[in-house]
């Protein structure tokens, strides 16, 4: 019933589906193939299905957007994620322009109950945004943002990144939580919760979201906010993409001025102890324009270990040095890179050490305290290996971000004072087997200290188990909001919350 719904054409899809195939099809943006092959596929739950070629050209016929197979230019840029350990192939992919082509996209993969991942920046750790077999839907080609500076409002869509909306907010003086690095896609960051260097200070992206559009996966559009379908709303403020794609972000925008203090202050690992002792000590107690965190990183090959602190500073710049000395206070550095930098560029320092751009597993979790055993468990096992790069960071909370209740949203960390990640990565092409197997064994010390994990760490092995426990007591909710927007789980490949049914 599903594919007869989704394939009753229109007339205008026909037209132009009948269009001469020597007629120029870009000034269309799809591609629709002369005689598209017919696709070996696979459901959400691991059939197999075939899709006949005349159905992805209607598919194709129906989009604005472009519908990529295994042999078109562009397929293989699309298909492919940050983290090179995944190396997926879609049976097809399409590329939505707007929120029509999403819609359309989300009824074909409903018609045929396909496995399906969104992509929007693709930093997905455990490579939920591509897939084998399944339809990709990657949303690229659906990047906008527009700023309201009177009402201090930016409207953003679906496969925006964030940087994107710093660039564009700050020119107006004016700013909202939006991650660390730049080419981070707002619809995954978002709909996990989404920390950043000004968190403390106005709290997560979903403590600044105002309104949501979701195509929901019978490929209705729902509006979303505080007033309307507030569940919803609710849901999506860090049950990840398991109730639908967002196609529109509204978020509230604070006045900031663009000159911050930001940087790394380094220390030989020798220091590592110290380093994390004076975090522990100080980072509670610090103002909430402060943001900072701690880092022991062993470089590959014959790089030289080390430690330090990286902050960003958005209060007034006077009291910098004041804020800033006891991360200073350890004696003479290796650098101290602290400095007054343009936010947006602090945004972007990021980008090219973040561990998702190669092969890479990361481990992660909240804790609620730093106790000496904490610290112990972290130096403990920790060590470097030529063949690889190994690094401990925190992500601090706190701040406003701890002033909401657990259960005024999905995301359900409030109380926890930071995120603890250890990131191992390795060249691209060599086995990842003992990379693997150090951190899991590294990680067993530090697991008894953490409280849940942020969904937007999601690891390859978690469990439905783990996902269930990890939203903690507002998974009941979660369940209730999936039966209502998604009970046939069309949206899985996340922290998925399996519906009732």
Known sequence: MKR?????????????????????????????????????????????????????????????????????EGYDQARRILNASFDKYPALVVQPTGTADVRTAVEFAGAFGLLTAVKCGGHSLSGKSTCDRGLQIDLSAHRDVRIDPAARRAWVTGGSLLGALDHESMSHGLVTTMGTVSHTGVGGLVTGGGFGRVGRRFGLAIDNLRSVDVVTA??????????????????VRGGSGNFGIVTSFEFELHPMQREVVAGTVVYPVERARDVLTVFAEYSLEAPDELDSGFFVGYPPGDESPACGFYVCWSGPADRAEAVLAPYRSLGTPLADQIQPMDYVAVQKSGDIDDPRARAAYVKSGFIPAMPGGLIDAILAGLDGDPRRSTGVFYQQSGGAISRVPNDATAFAFRDAIGNLLCSVDWATGDDPTDHVAWIKEYWTAIEPYLLGFYVNDLELETTAADVNANYRGNYERLVRIKDRYDPENLFRLNANIHPSA
Do not use: C
């Open 218 to 235: 019978d490929g209705q559009v729902v509006h979303a906010s505080a007033d309307e379908n507030e569940e919803l709303f609710w849901g």
């Open 4 to 72: 007869r719904t989704f394939f009753k054409s229109t007339l205008a899809a026909a037209a132009v589906a009948s269009l001469p195939r020597t007629r120029p099809l870009s000034a269309l943006y799809r591609p629709v193939p002369q005689d598209p092959p017919d696709l070996d596929a696979v459901t959400g739950d691991g059939a197999s299905v075939t899709i006949r070629g005349a159905d992805v050209a209607e598919l194709a016929a129906k989009m604005r957007g472009r519908v990529l197979l295994p042999d078109d």
